[in-house]
């Protein structure tokens, strides 16, 4: 059995400001009862669990959901300060988010995700070879979080002011990287600047600003009306630094300002449940109810292992594999996960047919400890469903 945690010390991006003051949470483990399929199994044990571990770490709360493929949601409960609706930042489970816009776009006919960008946009010319698919698999050779997530000249993905285009280009023309860059397709280099890139190829290639894009992909086909995204890096933030959940967010997305360039690779907020949603759709196939939201074949293509079929490249983490905006298991086969900074871990298994989001309002650290007492109880749930 492998581990949901992928570790990636900056697997979140950091903002160069002051932190505001952070809310103070009373933890509790008072919470609605769960909502569990009517033959769905007994969660009483998973339940016992994340009530134990937000009252031992002082947790504000939790929120967790699971879903089947074929029987749709087991299990969704909420413990302390969190409701079913409770909208929280994610962090980098936006990848998922972001990659799947750029491949519903290819699949449109919109654009060819494996061309470079620079047959789209004149600003790609910084940077010919690169193309779309390399961006979204962390392979572009642009400077990555891990290399410095604080890299100059790549800041503008963190300010909330601004265009989306602007800090591509910004990033896509700047000579100050040159002695940086390594070939496209050469070497891993988790998240930065590159997803700026992509979110602004998103737009010129639809003619659509990110929010449109994000109603027309998800919202009106799949009804996640909590999903959005915004730019908080350079206005909010914990007292513990960029890496813990900005407390002032506090489950309103209105405590930031409106951003025309937002955040692409950890900017996305949701609620738990929906946030299910689009696992359940990512297991079957890329249905929504009834509405054929992306094809099988697009969700095969951001589930493949991209970095070890194109340069037999590996994460460097317990979960080697990346495709487009998934971490992938390659002793798992099927196994994809997208966990973000602030605690949030989302993973699907496709053999057992089910995936499971994990919402805690702190660190990847403390989110993943969870994650990996909950896995092999879900398990053990799903594996006795037969």
Same mark, same amino acid.
């Given at each position: 059995? &492998? &581990?949901?945690?992928? &570790?990636?010390?900056?697997?979140?991006? +950091?903002?160069?400001?002051?932190? +505001?003051?952070?809310?103070?949470?009373?933890?509790?483990?008072?919470?609605?009862?769960?909502?569990?399929?009517?033959?769905?199994?007994?969660?009483?044990?998973?339940?016992?669990?994340?009530?134990?571990?937000?009252?031992?770490?002082?947790?504000?709360? +939790?929120?967790?959901?699971?879903?089947?493929?074929?029987?749709?949601?087991?299990?969704?409960?909420?413990?302390?300060?969190?409701?079913?609706?409770?909208?929280?930042?994610?962090?980098?489970? =936006?990848?998922?988010?972001?990659?799947?816009?750029?491949?519903?776009?290819?699949?449109?006919?919109?654009?060819?995700?494996?061309?470079?960008?620079?047959?789209?946009?004149?600003?790609?010319?910084?940077?010919?070879?690169?193309?779309?698919?390399?961006?979204?698999?962390?392979?572009?050779?642009?400077?990555?979080? /891990?290399?410095?997530?604080?890299?100059?000249?790549?800041?503008?993905?963190?300010?909330?002011t601004g265009t989306l285009q602007d800090c591509a280009e910004a990033i896509m023309t700047t000579p100050e990287d040159d002695e940086l860059i390594t070939p496209p397709d050469s070497t891993f280099r988790y998240g930065g600047g590159q997803w700026q890139v992509a979110g602004a190829v998103a737009e010129v290639v639809s003619g659509k600003s990110w929010a449109e894009l994000i109603d027309e992909t998800y919202v009106q086909p799949c009804g996640v009306d909590s999903?959005?995204?915004?730019?908080?890096?350079?206005?909010?933030?914990?007292?513990?630094?960029?890496? =813990?959940?900005?407390?002032?967010?506090?489950?309103?997305?209105?405590?930031? *300002?409106?951003?025309?360039?937002?955040?692409?690779?950890?900017?996305?907020?949701?609620?738990?449940?929906?946030?299910?949603?689009?696992?359940?759709?990512?297991?079957?196939?890329?249905?929504?109810?009834?509405?054929?939201?992306?094809?099988?074949?697009?969700?095969?293509?951001?589930?493949?292992?991209?970095?070890?079929?194109?340069?037999?490249?590996?994460?460097?983490?317990?979960?080697?594999?990346?495709?487009?905006?998934?971490?992938?298991?390659?002793?798992?086969?099927?196994?994809?996960?997208?966990?973000?900074?602030?605690?949030?871990?989302?993973?699907?298994?496709? *053999?057992?047919?089910?995936?499971?989001?994990?919402?805690?309002?702190?660190?990847?650290?403390?989110?993943? *400890?969870?994650?990996?007492?909950?896995?092999?109880?879900? *398990?053990? /749930?799903?594996?006795?469903?037969?």
């Amino acid at each position: 059995t &492998t &581990t949901v945690t992928a &570790t990636t010390a900056a697997e979140s991006t +950091a903002a160069p400001t002051t932190a +505001a003051p952070a809310t103070s949470a009373v933890p509790t483990t008072a919470g609605p009862p769960p909502t569990v399929a009517s033959n769905g199994p007994d969660f009483d044990d998973v339940t016992a669990e994340i009530e134990t571990f937000v009252a031992a770490q002082g947790l504000n709360g +939790a929120g967790f959901v699971v879903v089947d493929r074929e029987d749709g949601v087991l299990y969704q409960q909420s413990f302390g300060a969190f409701t079913d609706d409770r909208i929280s930042l994610i962090a980098s489970s =936006s990848k998922m988010l972001t990659a799947g816009v750029l491949v519903k776009l290819h699949e449109d006919g919109a654009f060819d995700i494996d061309a470079p960008v620079a047959d789209y946009v004149d600003w790609g010319a910084g940077n010919p070879d690169i193309t779309t698919a390399q961006l979204l698999s962390n392979s572009s050779g642009l400077v990555g979080l /891990i290399d410095d997530p604080t890299y100059a000249p790549y800041l503008c993905q963190y300010i909330h002011t601004g265009t989306l285009q602007d800090c591509a280009e910004a990033i896509m023309t700047t000579p100050e990287d040159d002695e940086l860059i390594t070939p496209p397709d050469s070497t891993f280099r988790y998240g930065g600047g590159q997803w700026q890139v992509a979110g602004a190829v998103a737009e010129v290639v639809s003619g659509k600003s990110w929010a449109e894009l994000i109603d027309e992909t998800y919202v009106q086909p799949c009804g996640v009306d909590s999903l959005g995204y915004t730019n908080h890096f350079a206005q909010i933030q914990s007292e513990d630094g960029p890496f =813990s959940y900005p407390d002032p967010f506090n489950g309103d997305p209105n405590s930031v *300002e409106p951003t025309v360039n937002p955040n692409m690779e950890g900017g996305a907020y949701i609620d738990a449940g929906d946030y299910g949603t689009l696992l359940l759709m990512h297991l079957r196939d890329g249905m929504c109810g009834d509405t054929q939201a992306f094809t099988p074949e697009s969700i095969e293509r951001m589930h493949s292992d991209r970095i070890g079929e194109r340069y037999d490249g590996a994460t460097g983490t317990g979960l080697e594999g990346y495709g487009l905006g998934w971490w992938l298991d390659r002793d798992q086969p099927g196994y994809s996960q997208d966990g973000g900074a602030f605690g949030t871990v989302p993973w699907i298994d496709e *053999e057992r047919g089910y995936g499971a989001y994990l919402v805690i309002e702190k660190t990847n650290g403390v989110g993943s *400890e969870l994650a990996t007492e909950l896995k092999p109880m879900l *398990e053990t /749930i799903i594996d006795a469903r037969g």
